[in-house]
């Protein structure tokens, strides 16, 4: 259990059982066969690969029996976790006839998640001469001793034993069979070390079934009949790998092994099914002349290798990546049909989906030979494999996920969700969390996008106004500090604020309105004019009508007045905001004046105003021409506000008592308290720069 | 009251026809028009088509034949159709029929229709376009201009026969479940495409509040224009969402070129001239009709939008 919770989770999301899968996996028994009868048409030529592929196929025919048997057994034994089912279902596919790969799923999913996948992922050896398969002996390790931790009971020590002597005795049989035909120098070294090593082999397996079993009495019937079918199956290749060993170079074995260890597969117990794969790599293998380009099922083979010889210390060979991949490719189809069983409740119903694993080989090769880098056609695709590797494993896990693994993963979200909890509840965090939302809000507004509902006539959007006021906050108080003197002189009621326009973006009318909402909360809500090069625009017009710029003209300022509101008017206008860096905080010619026919019309008093901070916050540093934007010119500016400290001062009001509004048709009247505003202001400005010792600290 | 109503048909029609008939003070309503009415009680049918050239003559017959109180103008298109030229005739030749026929039998009353649209989407709007703003129209539709020209006659009209009170309703886009114009053509989609970088102001008004600014009319003792719109304003993509659909921002010049080779194949259900109006906003000042007409709308802008989805879902 601990084995598949702790190898497997990573996959575990991915692994959702998919209905279409269960299909190939019907299909498999036909391929199977079919592959079988093709190595043995090939083999013909051979003797010994002729007799290797004749026996493997018989024994893959017998071999879905078998499985089916032992499943059928199994299945009421199916232990009540999540994971053991999953290992059983493993085992079970290793006893189909087609389910050899899973193990390769399988082992890779017990392993940590990085250690299999990357080393699969590369093909370590590149070369289709790597003829021989080599075996992998601490996959099989590794199988067993993740399950040794489970309890064994005196009853499984036995069940192994007698699982033990079966395999033997079938083991022995195979080999000699297979090396009757053969004749070498040291023919019977060679035959006892195969006799060993599909001993093992078999061993592994039950031990394998056994670990994933309650170990009662039907196991035991399982796991020999496993032994025995695992030995027949495992015979050839061993022979194979055996002769193969004594054929390659000792280095490159080991350089092999080295390599392939950690990526490899290590299912060996479930090499049941593996008989006609093991074949096809039998083939492969010896005769490097003539591999027949089976491709899947020689893949499979390869696997099905590498997992044998687990138990043999012995030398392995390169290349196993490739192979790999195709057999992993397989266990998913056994995975598959694991996690069908597991769902259906009746075992009967299994069987069936069981016998036919072999379909998926066949439909597998023809999308894999592109990919293979080796020559060998039997070898996997590597770029897929990590996809496939995922879903491998995910898959069989997946039935685990509601017990153990589920559980701690639902502890491990609530532990995620408190730590959240406690770090949103933190003012900070929240703030920051606040602002970025809110940034994401004017963001989509700009681009036209935001809706918003609570819009006023003006088209200032409160909604975005609220979202938009932790960054507001931290502009205001923090990033600009600004500071604002003299505020107390604005009167009540409708005034004109009159104020230098500086910076290539501006901000300066935001600021003010800000600063009039936070110093001056007596005080209705600000509005200040923009341009209509700003107002109209994309983008940056649209947000700050949304933020409560108004466009200038004189039917809106008189609303606004109206409505007794302070208003922020600019009378630079655009060229206020375009002077280029050196002009900075010399005022421009104020327009036409029309603030001042406003005042005299609305008899609302003039406030000047001067800002200093905001040129250097967005310093015009040169110009683009925009004009197929639809502006004059595109400001090039620093990239974002700049931290220029701020400061705002309130001068005194001009009050426009003694004037008639007949005298904003008097033209002298009107320049003459422009002008006088024009010099209040500047004045201002020179005073806060003479105090101003930094631009950046005040 | 026996009251005269050409369009009766029409959307306009659909909405007052039955306040009228549930108005206690309306004896009879005498329809001008192509199409039979729905068969109301108080209903007199008596077949004209403004588009003809004795249509003149078959309304002053029919006015001082059957004298009326008010004369409801409502033969009017909701939106641009594929012939242009017999818009044009039902519009403008159609309404100088019609002003025609009311100053020959000295109606009291002559309600028209308009729509806000005439003051057109343009950038040097102010904020709240008041009933004296002039009507720039829209140049690139015809449809719009054709309003524009529709309001210039009945404005010379009401000049030129004082006697005869002459309301010009201006509405804001209808939106409402048995409607179907542009406007609700557009928010009827499930994608809606906007201009990238802009989200003008629009105002709707709902159905119910149309015909109830109609009816209304009836018996107002003002005369002249009214801005008739629905409570509160939504940016365009608000308006949208609280349709149901979702607005995507497109820019500009690709937008305006599709829409124009939609226009150009025929295939399209959007006109162009409606990028205007997703550039600029043009909001009326909807304060006349208030204190004037006493119309107060019931329905937020969201309220009709949102009808809209509910009519189709």
């Given amino acids: 259990m601990t084995k598949g919770v702790l190898g497997n989770d990573p996959f575990q999301r991915g692994a959702a059982p998919r209905t279409g899968e269960v299909k190939d996996d019907a299909a498999h028994p036909k391929a199977a066969k079919k592959s079988a009868a093709a190595k043995g048409a090939k083999s013909a030529g051979k003797a010994k690969s002729a007799r290797g592929g004749a026996s493997k196929s018989g024994a893959q025919a017998k071999a879905p029996k078998g499985g089916k048997a032992a499943e059928a057994k199994q299945g009421p034994a199916t232990p009540k976790t999540p994971a053991a089912k999953v290992h059983k279902f493993e085992a079970r596919s290793h006893e189909r006839g087609g389910a050899r790969h899973e193990e390769d799923a399988h082992a890779s999913g017990q392993h940590p998640a990085g250690e299999d996948v990357s080393p699969l992922r590369e093909p370590s050896v590149p070369g289709p001469a790597a003829g021989p398969r080599a075996s992998r002996p601490q996959v099989l390790a590794d199988e067993v001793g993740g399950s040794r931790p489970q309890e064994r009971t005196v009853d499984r020590a036995l069940t192994e034993a007698i699982a033990s002597e079966a395999a033997e005795t079938a083991a022995k049989t195979a080999v000699d069979e297979l090396f009757e035909g053969r004749t070498g120098p040291d023919r019977d070294i060679e035959r006892v070390l195969a006799t060993e090593l599909v001993a093992e082999v078999a061993e592994s397996a039950v031990r394998q079934v056994l670990d994933l079993g309650n170990g009662d009495a039907g196991e035991r019937e399982v796991a020999t009949a496993i032994a025995t079918q695992v030995a027949e199956a495992t015979a050839g290749v061993a022979v194979d790998e055996v002769m193969d060993r004594n054929a390659a170079s000792p280095e490159e074995r080991t350089l092999a092994s080295a390599e392939d260890r950690p990526g490899e597969a290590r299912g060996l117990d479930e090499d049941e099914g593996a008989d006609e794969v093991w074949t096809a790599d039998a083939w492969r293998r010896d005769p490097k002349d003539a591999p027949p380009p089976e491709e899947l099922e020689e893949v499979w083979t390869a696997d099905a290798w590498r997992r044998d010889p687990e138990g043999m210390a012995a030398p392995e060979e390169p290349d196993e990546d490739d192979r790999v991949t195709g057999v992993e490719r397989v266990e998913e189809d056994g995975v598959h049909i694991s996690v069908s069983i597991i769902e259906g409740a009746a075992p009967t119903d299994v069987e069936p989906e069981v016998e036919l694993p072999d379909e998926s080989h066949d439909e597998l090769p023809p999308s894999r030979r592109p990919l293979s880098l080796v020559s060998d056609p039997g070898e996997a695709p590597l770029p897929d494999e990590a996809e496939r590797d995922a879903r491998g494993f995910g898959r069989p896990e997946e039935p685990a996920a509601p017990s153990g693994f589920a559980g701690r993963a639902a502890g491990m979200f609530s532990l995620a969700k408190e730590i959240a909890g406690q770090a949103l509840a933190s003012e900070g965090l929240g703030r920051a969390v606040g602002a970025m939302h809110g940034l994401m809000e004017a963001m989509r507004t700009s681009l036209g996008t935001g809706g918003g509902s609570r819009l006023d006539d003006y088209g200032k959007d409160a909604g975005l106004v609220e979202s938009l006021q932790p960054v507001l906050d931290f502009l205001y108080e923090q990033y600009w500090r600004v500071s604002v003197e003299g505020v107390d002189q604005v009167p009540r009621g409708a005034s004109i604020l009159v104020a230098n326009h500086s910076g290539a973006l501006p901000y300066d009318g935001l600021v003010m309105a800000q600063a009039l909402l936070r110093e001056r909360p007596d005080l209705l809500e600000a509005r200040w004019l923009v341009e209509d090069q700003v107002f109209h625009a994309p983008m940056l017009g649209t947000l700050f009508n949304r933020l409560g710029a108004v466009r200038a003209s004189p039917e809106n300022a008189l609303r606004l007045l109206d409505e007794h509101r302070p208003l922020v008017v600019f009378p630079e206008g655009y060229q206020g905001a375009s002077k280029p860096f050196a002009e900075r905080y010399r005022l421009k010619r104020f327009g036409r004046g029309g603030f001042v026919k406003l005042a005299l019309r609305t008899g609302a008093p003039i406030v000047p105003v001067a800002i200093v901070g905001a040129e250097e916050t967005s310093p015009l540093l040169g110009r683009i021409p925009g004009g197929f934007l639809g502006f004059p010119s595109l400001p090039l500016t620093a990239p974002g506000p700049l931290p220029a400290k701020w400061t705002i001062r309130f001068g005194e009001p001009l009050t426009m008592e003694g004037l008639a509004p007949e005298a904003a048709d008097d033209l002298g009247e009107v320049q003459r308290l422009t002008e006088r505003t024009r010099e209040s202001i500047q004045r201002m400005l020179q005073a806060l720069l003479r105090e101003r010792r930094s631009v950046f600290t005040g | 009251m026996r009251i005269a109503v050409t369009g009766a048909s029409g959307d306009y029609g659909r909405l007052l026809l039955p306040r009228l008939e549930a108005d206690p003070g309306v004896e009879s309503i005498l329809v001008l028009d192509t199409k039979e009415p ?106 719009v201009n054709d309003k524009v020209e529709v309001e210039g006659q009945v404005r010379a009209f009401r000049e030129r026969n004082p006697d005869t009170r002459t309301l010009v309703l201006r509405f804001a886009p209808l939106l409402g479940p048995s409607l179907d114009n542009p406007a609700t053509r557009l928010l009827s989609h499930a994608v809606v495409p906007t201009l990238l970088g802009f989200d003008p102001l629009w105002q709707a008004i709902h ?25 509160g304003v939504l940016p365009l993509s608000g308006l949208i969402r609280q349709a149901g659909a979702q607005p995507l921002p497109l820019p500009g010049p690709l937008f305006r070129g599709a829409l124009r080779a939609l226009g150009v194949v025929g295939a399209g259900t959007l006109p162009v001239a409606l990028l205007d109006y997703m550039h600029y906003s043009w909001v009326a000042d909807g304060e006349r009709a208030e204190s004037a007409l006493g119309f107060v709308p019931l329905h937020h802008v969201r309220d009709a939008a949102s009808a809209l989805r509910r009519s189709q879902s």
């Fill in chain 2, 38 to 143: 729905p068969p109301i009680s108080k209903v007199e049918f008596h077949r004209v088509d403004l588009t003809r050239y004795d249509a003149e003559a078959e309304l002053t017959d029919a006015l001082t034949e059957r004298p009326v109180d008010a004369l409801f103008h409502l033969a009017f298109l909701f939106g641009p159709i594929l012939n242009g030229p017999l818009a044009h005739e039902l519009e403008v030749i159609g309404t100088m029929n019609v002003l025609t026929a009311v100053g020959r039998a000295r109606l009291p009353r002559l309600v028209v229709p308009s729509l806000t649209v005439t003051y057109g989407a343009r950038g040097n709007n102010p904020a709240l376009l008041r009933e004296g703003s002039p009507l720039f129209g829209c140049p690139h539709s015809r449809f």
């Fill in chain 2, 207 to 231: 159905e119910e509040d149309a015909g109830r600014a109609l009816h209304l009319a009836l018996r107002a003792e003002a005369a002249g224009e009214f801005n008739i719109v629905g409570r």
